[in-house]
DNA sequence: TCTTGAACCTCTAGCTGCTAGAGCATGTAT
DNA sequence: ATACATGCTCTAGCAGCTAGAGGTTCAAGA
């Protein structure tokens, strides 16, 4: 039987974050004592972990949702997890060159940059005009 | 004279949120016809452009702002902007190993995967076990 | 048994950077 | 004069937490 602050700390999660956890309905309201704490079995461990690491993997929590369902189901094809698995190998892939594209241009900024002052700063003047820029970068909405 | 519809067409933004940037002081408050609605000049198509840009690059709005302070001010010393630059492109760089990260994990997952039953499946096993895992992959906080 | 104090509880609000919608006013072209 | 695209303000919402206020419970030591 733990409490929310040792299931917390076993899985390097905060405990607010496991109560926002149970409240939008990703982790299961758990038993409580007679005082109305939350007390947690080893299955809530394993789904907390589970959860967690999915986040490391950087999968959404819509996607973790799905994931976890599948995961319930044992006879199920496995088709579907390694879709949601494989989207988000192409999303980190995709976020992979649009930061890549990133790293030229920043890079070529500071290069440039011949550390006198702002009013022919190589930086300032970069941002001020896109046309002098390589590369098609774009992080918004990355 | 811009139309707020006008300066935002042209600068590839909503009109939402060029009037988001006013609010948040982003932007300055530019006159207004009788009539109370917002007409621009070509330095506010400047400015906006250039937070543009910036955010396509991946600055945060405080960075903006300070390099806008940084644009205005042109016998100040450039190190400042360049420091900033500097900051971004670190952090870019983060990001970028971080996802590597992930996408050797990823790409291990899915490759591994069977293609059989959710009950043995590569995928869900994995994100059961992160001692599964051969890098120190964490998205959480990138 | 009593007392302390760390850890728990709920609730609300805030973070970034927008975006959407309701409900109404303005501006411009015909 | 009228239509209607565009403008206005205001509020609320998105992801995924995080922090704080103000109060209660639990477990260990005296």
């Known amino acids: 039987m733990l409490t929310i602050g040792a299931l ?5 999660t905060k405990v607010q974050t496991v109560r926002y956890y149970e409240q939008i309905g990703l982790m299961p309201e758990p038993g409580r004592t007679e005082g109305g704490q939350r007390r947690y079995h080893t299955a809530e461990l394993d789904r907390l972990s589970f959860i967690r690491h999915s986040r490391q993997l950087g999968f959404t929590l819509d996607a973790i949702r799905e994931l976890l369902k599948l995961s319930d189901q044992p006879d199920k094809s496995c ?3 390694d879709e949601i698995a494989q989207r988000q190998l192409n999303q980190v892939e995709q976020r992979i060159s649009r930061l890549e594209a990133l790293r030229k241009e920043l890079k070529r900024m500071v290069k440039e940059c011949s550390g006198g002052h702002t009013g ?7 941002l001020r005009d896109h046309s002098e820029c390589l590369t098609d970068h774009n992080e918004i909405g990355a």
């Open 8 to 12: 917390a700390k076993k899985t390097g």
């Open 79 to 81: 088709h579907e997890a």
């Open 120 to 126: 022919d700063c190589r930086v300032l003047e970069v």
